[in-house]
């Protein structure tokens, strides 16, 4: 772990710190060992202390947000893990800022009920928090946060120091980024997002789903608040909207990530009984992106597959779910036959979109 240049140990004064602490409650998928050292942070100034003590101590450190994109092994995390959790929501005209804590549906629902502002509508009903949307350049039916983060403010561990990235520095790409290339040296402090008042209308819709739902052609314009609605609606009847009383939502999201195939994988792909109207989409380099779903559903996988503690979703076959009891092991042994059974078939190989912590796929 990078400790940086050497600095004196500080108190964690006020902060609370809890040993052997289940991290269960804390993600989405509810599940997982507990924490050896689990600290909460309100403050920006309360997360660096906690983050310097752990480095210079050399132990392990998670940090934790919203827990929505975690699989964390059934033995626990043996070190610390930093919970963040910071507030701010900050509008400067169209200019936000938010703290790394705040959680990331609650903002969009105020940019958007509150204050009519486009650039995330499209991201409604996501899970997590802010300081979790630039490492993984989330995004959702055709919007990401790469088209309107300005600038992360993240303390840098190898630096000793906080430092503001721009947009170009954050290396985005399909759910991807430059704090994800580097888990282990950046905390995300703070989001800068800069939003657009189109009088009441959205950003152009780019996906077709979302034009369909409201008859109008890819790159229109539709009232904000509708294609709030519309993606909070989508969202929901495919279980991608947290509700404690439906195991379908007791997941980390999407599992896999959608394959991006080169020029010469995909016409292997296409050589495969069945490929003819998979979904293909333009992606970047000549390369083609096609649907982690469809490939999951067509190999023989669907809604509700599985019959043990940790199943598909009965809404979405990307969604690996905890039907209440499951184990990491439970949801990774469902995870690994779902990938080897894709691969058997159409030859592609599918990537976990979670972080796994103390497991692999």
């Known amino acids: ?9 500080r108190t964690l004064v006020g902060v609370l710190v809890e040993n052997d ?3 269960a409650p804390l993600t989405t998928l509810r599940l997982g060992g507990p924490a050896r050292r689990l600290v909460t942070a309100h403050t920006d100034d309360e997360v660096i202390a906690a983050v310097r003590e752990a480095d ?41 800022e938010l703290a790394a804590g705040e959680v990331w549906s609650e903002a969009v629902t105020r940019t958007v009920r509150e204050h009519g502002l486009a650039g995330v509508e499209f991201l409604a009903g996501i899970p997590g928090s802010a300081g979790a949307t630039p490492v ?47 888990p282990d040296r950046y905390v995300v402090l703070r989001v800068r997002f800069a939003l657009a008042d189109h009088d009441g209308l959205s950003t152009p819709v780019k996906y077709a789903e979302v034009a369909r739902h409201f008859g ?20 929901s009847g495919k279980g991608m909207v947290l509700d404690p009383a439906d ?6 999201g999407s599992f896999f990530t959608n394959p991006v195939l080169t020029a010469a994988q995909y016409e292997s792909f296409r050589t495969r009984p069945g490929t003819e109207n998979a979904p293909a989409y333009p992606a970047s380099e000549g390369c083609t992106k096609t649907s982690a779903a469809w490939l999951i ?62 497991v692999k796929l």
């Open 216 to 235: 109008v052609e890819q790159g229109e314009r539709v009232p904000l608040e509708r294609a709030y609605d519309a993606v909070l609606g989508l969202r």
């Open 21 to 23: 602490a289940p991290l």
């Open 136 to 182: 993984q350049n989330v995004g959702a039916y055709g919007q990401e946060v790469a088209q309107s983060i300005t600038e992360v403010v993240a303390y840098d561990r190898t630096a000793g120091a906080v430092v503001t990235l721009t947009n170009a520095e954050c290396a985005f790409s399909y759910r991807h980024s430059r704090f994800k290339a580097e």
């Open 56 to 96: 210079t101590a050399g132990e392990p450190l998670l940090v934790l947000g919203g827990g929505s994109n975690l699989v964390i092994g059934d033995a626990g995390f043996p070190g610390t893990v930093l919970r963040i959790a910071t507030t701010g929501f900050a509008l400067d005209g169209t200019v936000l």
């Open 297 to 358: 559903d067509r190999a023989g996988f669907g809604k509700g597959y599985g019959d043990g503690p940790a199943t598909l979703s009965t809404k979405h076959t990307l969604a690996l779910t905890n039907r209440g009891s499951a184990t990491a092991e439970d949801l990774l042994a469902l995870a690994r036959e779902i990938r080897d059974g894709v691969r058997e078939a159409f030859g592609v190989e599918l990537v976990n979109e979670p972080v796994m912590i103390g």
């Open 1 to 9: 772990m990078p400790g940086g240049p050497a600095a004196p140990p």
């Open 247 to 252: 195991h379908d939502t007791w997941s980390a």
